[in-house]
């Protein structure tokens, strides 16, 4: 039996996985394709924004609550694997968390006996200029996805300036000076050049349970979005934020952008905000919530 192709899409937490994925979706429209959607959230808010791509809802599987390369949901990502093994997909996405740390994908395959059934052809990270070159000295998940990567795709190019294109650039050499970079473009074929630069990693993963970020919900607001958004500016210990919310009689969808927020009206809340912040601060950051009003104890 022919082996299903396997790209991995990692990146930190808002750097423009999703819109990749949907980018790759089209290009490789042509291919029966099967897609493996990992949240950080409990609640998973990608599959939402992707299921207009055209693929079937039995070819999407979605897994929240952390990453799927920890021990602590490695389970539920190989029976997941196992599910797509017998599924018609002949390539298959698997858009990692933004706190994942993917090199261990080829000693799993090993450990579970998957690898006569799956190929990982390569990693692509999505890398946002603004952010993630910032939070790298304080995060090593970030140079470790890059290390996992064979290629690395610049995001968020529209509000990026060409200074801090070419500082991240001479930091992802620093890293791996071996990875390709790319920005986007419409018109590259980026599985052709991710194979120009393709390597095999077998380092070991750093994902565990001690180094996970924490995370909360809100669902709904009793005061004017322009509130929540004035307090998500305000705090410095917010990694991510993405998801839906309803004030009022209006439903909004929010999601950080890295110079500011994406905010935009939505017939229905899909899946609630999901506010990710640096492990240790959970109890900071809610209090901040409930002096403003935003949640309740």
Do not use: W
């Not at 261990?104 to 579970?112: D, K």
């Not at 917010?238 to 004030?247: A, N």
């Not at 969808?253 to 240790?280: H, K, N, Q, W």
Request: aromatic share 6%; with cysteine; proline share 3%.
């Amino acid at each position: 039996m022919k082996k299903k192709k396997i790209i991995i899409l990692c990146g930190f937490l808002g750097s423009g996985k999703t819109t990749l994925l949907r980018h790759l979706l089209n290009q490789y429209a042509h291919y029966k394709v099967g897609v493996l959607l990992n949240d950080f959230g409990e609640i998973p808010v990608d599959g939402t924004l992707i299921r207009n791509a055209e693929v079937p809802d039995e070819a999407i599987l979605e897994i929240g609550g952390g990453s799927i390369f920890c021990a602590c949901l490695k389970e539920s990502f190989v029976k997941a694997l196992l599910h797509l093994a017998t599924s018609p997909a002949e390539l298959i996405f698997i858009e990692a968390s933004g706190m994942a740390d993917p090199a261990g994908m080829h000693l799993l395959l090993n450990n579970a006996h998957l690898e006569s059934d799956f190929e990982h052809l390569c990693t692509i990270c999505a890398f946002d200029p603004i952010k993630s070159v910032k939070l790298s000295h304080v995060l090593e998940v970030i140079p470790r996805q890059i290390r996992a990567s064979d290629l690395v795709l610049l995001t968020k190019g529209d509000i990026t300036s060409e200074k801090e294109k070419s500082a991240a650039k001479a930091y992802l050499k620093s890293i791996n000076k071996d990875v390709g970079i790319i920005e986007e473009k419409s018109d590259i074929n980026i599985l052709s050049v991710c194979e120009e630069h393709r390597e095999s990693f077998h380092i070991g993963s750093l994902n565990t349970k001690d180094n996970r970020p924490e995370s909360f919900t809100i669902s709904q607001i009793a005061v004017p979005p322009e509130q929540l958004l004035e307090t998500l500016k305000e705090n410095g210990k917010i990694l991510r934020v993405k998801g839906y919310i309803k004030c009022g009689r209006k439903n909004y969808y929010i999601s950080d952008t890295g110079r500011g927020f994406e905010v935009r009206e939505a017939e229905t809340a899909l899946a609630p905000l999901t506010i990710i912040c640096m492990r240790g601060t959970l109890k900071e950051v809610r209090d901040a919530f409930f002096i403003k009003g935003l949640i309740q104890r």
